[in-house]
């Protein structure tokens, strides 16, 4: 069983930067691959950003490409998303998520999901 808890959501202007952590309950973070999906208003949850067990793979939406960064620290159980160059069409609620194995960026395939962290990005 594992138990993530988000932070680090906010109101930023466009342009802007924030930094999205998940803290990850339980001794075996280090065999989940993490995850960060988004639900804007009015629209299904999307995939965001994933990185695998070691951190040394990551996947993104194009959409955040070049301007998102996933990473973790297995010693700490956390995994961040640092956002920069935010845009008003990042404004969502963002989940943080784990599954055992290998990332990927369907959201049936992961078994644990966080609360969730509002961003706002004002233009």
């Known amino acids: 069983q594992v138990q993530l808890v988000e932070s680090g959501g906010g109101l930023v202007q466009a342009g802007g930067s924030l930094r999205l952590s998940c803290a990850a309950s339980g001794r075996t973070f280090s065999t989940y691959a993490m995850g960060w999906f988004r639900q804007a208003p009015g629209k299904e949850r999307g995939f965001v950003a994933t990185i695998s067990t070691s951190g040394r793979t990551t996947y993104y939406t194009d959409s955040v490409k070049g301007r998102f960064t996933i990473s973790r620290d297995n010693a700490k159980n956390t995994v961040s998303l640092q956002m920069s160059s935010l845009k008003p069409e990042d404004t969502a609620v963002y989940y943080c998520?784990?599954?055992?194995?290998?990332?990927?960026?369907?959201?049936?395939?992961?078994?644990?999901w966080g609360q969730g962290t509002q961003v706002t990005v004002s233009s």
């Open positions: 998520a784990a599954r055992p194995g290998i990332p990927s960026t369907l959201q049936s395939d992961y078994n644990y």
